[in-house]
């Protein structure tokens, strides 16, 4: 059997590589993107990420703050490696970037709790005598931190990471646990419709079910979950009941395959797994629901490696990934559409 062409451009819906480089960087590393990512990430095909901004939960009561020195500390990043990765905002700038042999990074928040601690400038409204109503103060929040995410065009937003927040509730990742079970609220209704008027992509990833239902039923619109997989086959709540899964792909949305093992078994993981997932998505909505959000932390000083799924351990194993997909009857058309053009159709 041949080969799958390397050459095959491959777009990870979601990275953590942003929190990587902003942790070296308060650690006294410099060009960390270019030291640490830029080469593994080229010659394994991942030249485009959706690079995610989270917010640690010990900074939840300072979550604005943070965002922004992590935004800061990755721009800074990004100037000091701009001969080797791009922030990219559309199809022209990402055509660019990659014709310079740059790897592509498109920004998306990965939970929204920065939005209730975000820190107003004298010049808002509620610095006025008499001051905004709470609904006000945080409408007033959430367009300034909108404001800065739309002018470094960030594309994507998860709503909440594993908490109960003014707009969404999610399940811890890790224990399954639930902090609260209120869905999503009056805010985080009217935060979808207006992150859908803004041109952004909403993302279920992270999302308890009530949260989902209450995006499905707020808009009609493209929703995605770039990190998530089939609850029928690995029933832990971080995944998606085929219901979701079908809701997603009526709406010419898309699954983004998570290679952690604990959300492809739960256990222990080897390559088939995913693409098990890979086949159980296709199924339901077709081989244009399904990309990549590997998820990967194998650039962790300390990533868990009970969790790490055998053959499938970080993006260097990605060109092996997709000869297992073609070895299992996938065409290279269809490999082409779940590792690249899916998520391009979405992301820009
Ligand atoms: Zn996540």
């Known amino acids: 059997m041949d080969r799958p062409d390397l050459t095959q451009i491959v777009m990870d819906l979601h990275s953590d590589i942003p929190l990587d480089i902003v942790v070296r960087r308060q650690h006294g590393e410099r060009q960390v993107f270019r030291n640490r990512h830029y080469t593994r990430l080229w010659t394994s095909g991942t030249r485009v990420m959706v690079a995610a901004l989270w917010t640690e939960p010990e900074y939840r009561d300072t979550s604005g703050i943070r965002l922004m020195q992590q935004l800061t500390s990755l721009l800074a990043d990004v100037r000091e490696c ?20 740059k790897v592509a990074l498109c920004l998306a928040v990965e939970g929204m709790t920065f939005v209730e601690t975000w820190p107003l400038s004298d010049l808002s409204p509620c610095s006025q005598p008499g001051g905004l109503s709470e609904d006000g103060l945080l409408r007033e929040k959430y367009d300034q931190s909108m404001a800065l995410l739309e002018a470094v065009g960030s594309r994507d ?27 999503l609220t009056s805010f985080g209704r009217f935060v979808v419709k207006d992150l859908e008027s803004r041109g952004m992509v909403v993302d279920i990833s992270h999302l308890d079910d009530e949260s989902a239902d209450g995006v499905l039923e707020s808009t009609s619109g493209c929703v995605i979950a770039s990190h998530s997989n089939a609850r029928a086959l690995c029933d832990v709540p971080r995944n998606l009941p085929d219901r979701h899964i079908r809701a997603i792909g009526q709406r010419g949305g898309i699954v983004g395959i998570n290679a952690y093992a604990g959300f492809l078994t739960g256990n222990e993981a080897a390559v088939d797994n995913f693409v098990d997932h890979i086949v159980h998505v296709a199924n339901l909505i077709g081989t244009n ?29 990605v060109p092996r990934l997709l000869e297992r997909m073609q070895q299992r009857g996938f065409t290279d058309v269809e490999i082409d559409q779940i590792a690249y053009q899916n998520a391009l159709r979405i992301m820009f």
């Not at 707009?167 to 639930?178: E, N, R, V």
């Not at 868990?304 to 055998?310: A, E, F, R």
């Open 82 to 101: 701009s001969d080797v990765v791009q922030l990219v905002t559309n199809r022209d700038e990402l055509e660019s970037a990659l014709a310079s042999r």
């Open 289 to 317: 629901g399904v990309g990549f959000g590997f998820d990967f932390l194998d650039y962790l000083d300390e990533s868990p490696s009970h969790l790490v799924t055998q053959g499938l351990e970080g993006v260097h194993d």
């Open 157 to 183: 937003a998860i709503l909440v990471w594993g908490d109960a927040n003014a707009l969404a509730t999610g399940p811890d990742p890790l224990s399954g646990k639930m902090q609260e079970n209120k869905g």
